[in-house]
């Protein structure tokens, strides 16, 4: 099962898991025999058991798309983007996993690279880093993930955000705001390269760092007198009740997504050009997961403690949209392909 997993998260087995892994199976089979040959079929049915449960545990990687989204019928909003935006891309880093990982029906031998990144939104009234992708400190960070979870996960890291700018000679003073998607050490690593610089969170994203756990603890060692909590108090936007509009010109709109985590939201951008962006942070990890409307597989979505009836609810809401716009381009935090469109910083 070890080997599997480790198969299953980042396609490059570590020959420990592997040997642990196949070891095991071995042993199974083997006392299985034995089990049956001395005809216990107490001992037998209970071993029987554990191996069909282990089947259902696969059966969570298999296809389970959700049902068709209701179609939106909602207008393109308008937005009076002013000019000097533009949208970059900032890769931080990857990490090597596999479709199987990523969404349910994905096959374990299709190996993804999900890139960890952050988007710089320049706009005049203030620029806006979303994300930040891996940080100078990510090592130290990671050192408060389980060991399993550090074994089973392949970074690459390339150069930290903050000295993507700094190399460019980008002034810090033009950073106005850091805008979450979510509160996950993927997203926050980059934070404290950014000193001063004040965090948007949601309120419940903001409750949900305080609650602890390991993948919120790189927000937890924020200095927390940089978050800023902001309500959503604009009206319905492409089929999401609530909004807010954080420059009041519609070119940067923020919409609650919550089932990933429960204070999770897209952003939308809008150039002057016409361009549009939803940066959908890890509502889905591949656009598969958007386009076959496939969830995570059950393991994944449990270990990171997903609402599945909000995620399905924020899926089926952005599925809907990607259907009616498809001039919309859809950016999963970690797809690369989400950011083809999009120039290097
Ligand atoms: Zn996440
Ligand atoms: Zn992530």
Redesign the pocket.
């Known amino acids: 099962m070890l080997g599997l997993l480790a198969g299953l998260y980042i396609c490059r087995p570590l020959p420990f898991f592997l040997a642990t892994g196949v070891t095991l199976a071995v042993a199974v089979l083997a006392c299985d025999g034995w089990i049956f040959a001395h005809h216990d079929w107490i001992t037998g049915g209970l071993a029987l058991t554990a191996q069909f449960a282990f089947l259902v545990f696969l059966g969570g990687y298999a296809a389970s798309p959700l049902p068709t989204a209701t179609a939106l019928s909602a207008a393109l909003p308008s937005a009076s983007s002013p000019a000097g935006m533009a949208v970059y891309a900032l890769p931080t880093g990857l990490t090597h996993r596999t479709a199987a990982f990523a969404y349910r029906g994905g096959s374990p031998w299709e190996r993804r690279d999900f890139v960890?990144a952050a988007v710089l939104v320049r706009h005049p009234k203030g620029d806006v880093l979303i994300d930040t992708g891996l940080g100078k400190l990510i090592m130290s960070q990671l050192r408060q993930a389980p060991l399993l979870f550090r074994l089973g996960t392949d970074l690459v890291r390339s150069r930290p955000a903050a000295d993507q700018l700094d190399a460019a000679g980008y002034e810090s003073k033009h950073l106005r705001y850091i805008l979450l998607t979510h509160a996950?050490w993927?997203?926050v690593s980059g934070v404290p390269d950014f000193p001063g610089v004040p965090v948007l969170v949601t309120a419940a994203e903001h409750q949900f760092i305080s609650e602890g756990g390991w993948a919120t603890a790189a927000a937890r060692g924020v200095n927390a007198a940089l978050f800023q909590e902001y309500a959503f108090d604009g009206g319905a936007y492409l089929g999401f009740a609530q909004s807010r509009d954080l420059y009041g010109d519609g070119s940067i709109v923020i919409v609650p997504a919550p089932g990933h985590t429960p204070g999770s939201v897209v952003v939308f951008v809008t150039l002057p050009d016409g361009a549009r962006y939803a940066f959908v942070?890890?509502l889905v990890?591949q656009l598969e997961g958007l386009h076959e409307r496939e969830p995570r597989p059950w393991f994944e979505a449990k270990t990171i403690g997903e609402d599945p009836v909000a995620f399905r609810q924020s899926l089926l809401r952005v599925s809907a949209i990607a259907t009616r716009y498809p001039q919309i381009t859809i950016v999963p935090?970690?797809d690369p392909r989400g950011y083809a469109e999009i120039p290097q910083w």
């Open positions: 960890l996950h993927d997203h942070g890890d990890w935090a970690h």
